[in-house]
T-cell receptor, first 117, second 117 residues
Framework: AQSVAQPEDQVNVAEGNPLTVKCTYS??????LFWYVQYPNRGLQFLLK??????LVKGSYGFEAEFNKSQTSFHLKKPSALVSDSALYFC???????????????FGKGTKLSVKP | EAGVAQSPRYKIIEKRQSVAFWCNPI?????LYWYQQILGQGPKLLIQ????????DSQLPKDRFSAERLKGVDSTLKIQPAKLEDSAVYLC???????????????FGNGTRLTVT
């Protein structure tokens, strides 16, 4: 069965420092991986995705993520954090070989990122 | 382009009452999803539509939840009767045509926050 783990409930970073939000996954085949961000009282917004190709994926707002197949990880990173990056971040996986719905995303429980000035 | 529209934003009802949520997806998006997001958890898929047909409703509590997308555009999700544990944010999302489903990110509305007392 597909699953996603976000081991940290909260990540605290000082503004200007690099940030990492961790994600590991479990799927039966090659995964399609996504990161979404959720600001208070808003829906989820797409940040970036990995489908195939280069393991380092660049996305919106200066975020990037590194796909590591051997470690089954897809950590979200940003070289220099901003206070405005403070939000809830969700990792999600879609298994294209899963016998269920072709569009279903499995989400992690989320990691709250807090960037202090 | 206009985003996914949802209404109402907030709803408070008593247990055993009924409630309905409305969603209008991005124009041209054939796939529509309803997710339930309980506080502190990631979104969980309730039902997925492809045009006006149901693709996956395996996690929909069918004894109390129902959803329809009669003309393949907007959709309604209904709960009758509501239970305390139904308190959550109900998110609607849409994505591009089936051929691109695996690669396409989901576009989320702002959600409806339901409180059952």
């Amino acid at each position: 069965a597909q699953s996603v783990a976000q081991p940290e409930d909260q990540v605290n970073v000082a503004e200007g420092n690099p940030l990492t939000v961790k994600c590991t996954y479990s799927v039966s085949g090659n995964p399609y991986l996504f990161w979404y961000v959720q600001y208070p009282n808003r829906g989820l917004q797409f940040l970036l995705k990995y489908i195939t190709g280069d393991n380092l994926v660049k996305g919106s707002y200066g975020f990037e993520a590194e796909f590591n197949k051997s470690q089954t990880s897809f950590h979200l990173k940003k070289p220099s954090a901003l206070v405005s990056d403070s939000a809830l971040y969700f990792c999600a996986v879609r298994d294209p070989y899963y016998g269920g719905s072709q569009g279903n995303l499995i989400f992690g429980k989320g990691t709250k990122l807090s960037v202090k000035p | 382009e206009a985003g996914v529209a949802q209404s109402p934003r907030y709803k408070i009802i008593e247990k055993r009452q009924s409630v309905a949520f409305w969603c209008n997806p991005i124009s041209g998006h054939a796939t529509l999803y309803w997710y339930q997001q309980i506080l502190g958890q990631g979104p969980k898929l309730l039902i997925q539509f492809q045009n006006n047909g149901v693709v996956d409703d395996s996690q929909l509590p069918k004894d109390r939840f129902s959803a329809e997308r009669l003309k393949g555009v907007d959709s309604t999700l209904k709960i009758q009767p509501a239970k305390l544990e139904d308190s959550a944010v109900y998110l609607c999302a849409s994505s591009a045509s089936p051929g691109l489903a695996y690669n396409s990110p989901l576009h989320f509305g702002n959600g409806t926050r339901l409180t059952v007392t």
